[in-house]
T-cell receptor, first 113, second 114 residues
Framework: GDSVTQTEGQVALSEEDFLTIHCNYS??????LFWYVQYPGEGPQFLFR?????EKGSSRGFEATYDKGTTSFHLRKASVQESDSAVYYC????????????FGTGTKLQVVP | EAGVTQSPRYAVLQEGQAVSFWCDPI?????LYWYQQPRDQGPQLLVYFRDEAVIDNSQLPSDRFSAVRPKGTNSTLKIQSAKQGDTATYLCASRGGVSGNTLYFGEGSRLIVV
């Protein structure tokens, strides 16, 4: 079945470092791809999505580009801040017309000042 | 605009007890989801509704879990005879209208079964 894989369980960075969190998917066609962020004690919050090859999504300085060739949607940010510390989830639109989302295992980002 | 509201925020049960979680989605959102999120894992879909109809409950452990959305607005997820393996946060999400495929999550209901 369809799936999404995040290879990093945890990432530790210093402020102003460059961030990359890897996300690869397995699905037929062109599923919608999403990034969500979750802070402690809260539900996941939508960051952005993309649904076509080479489409770039972005929000709050984070961005990712849909790559059908490598089946990837890697999250990047040029300069992280301590306030970016959270868990980041890649998700895949699944079901008929992408009516529900299948989440990856998440990547915990810790940024130290 | 009010977000997705869930209650209770926390529940601690002994094995064998029952619990119900309640969700009030964003007004006008026709689709409502229940996800289970074990500690340090991603959300996993349990069931979802469009209006009052169940669209997919294939991941719901039907022998002890049940979910309803009788008027197509609020929803209740019930766990009967809870087990330690049910320890998790139960997240409700909704989508609809201009939100497209974006899911809006509540803060979750944290369940601990001892």
């Amino acid at each position: 079945g369809d799936s999404v894989t995040q290879t990093e369980g945890q990432v530790a960075l210093s402020e102003e470092d460059f961030l990359t969190i890897h996300c690869n998917y397995s699905a037929s066609g062109y599923p919608a791809l999403f990034w969500y962020v979750q802070y402690p004690g809260e539900g996941p919050q939508f960051l952005f999505r993309a649904s076509r090859d080479k489409e770039k999504g972005s929000s709050r300085g984070f961005e990712a580009t849909y790559d059908k060739g490598t089946t990837s949607f890697h999250l990047r940010k040029a300069s992280v801040q301590e306030s970016d510390s959270a868990v980041y989830y890649c998700a895949l639109g699944d079901g008929n017309s992408g009516t529900y989302q299948r989440f990856g295992t998440g990547t915990k980002l810790q940024v130290v000042p | 605009e009010a977000g997705v509201t869930q209650s209770p925020r926390y529940a601690v049960l002994q094995e064998g007890q029952a619990v119900s979680f309640w969700c009030d989605p964003i007004s006008g959102h026709d689709t409502l989801y229940w996800y289970q999120q074990p500690r340090d894992q991603g959300p996993q879909l349990l069931v979802y509704f469009r209006d009052e109809a169940v669209i997919d409950n294939s991941q719901l452990p039907s022998d002890r879990f049940s979910a309803v959305r009788p008027k197509g607005t609020n929803s209740t997820l019930k766990i009967q005879s809870a087990k330690q393996g049910d320890t998790a946060t139960y997240l409700c999400a909704s989508r609809g209208g201009v939100s497209g495929n974006t899911l809006y999550f509540g803060e979750g209901s944290r369940l601990i079964v001892v």
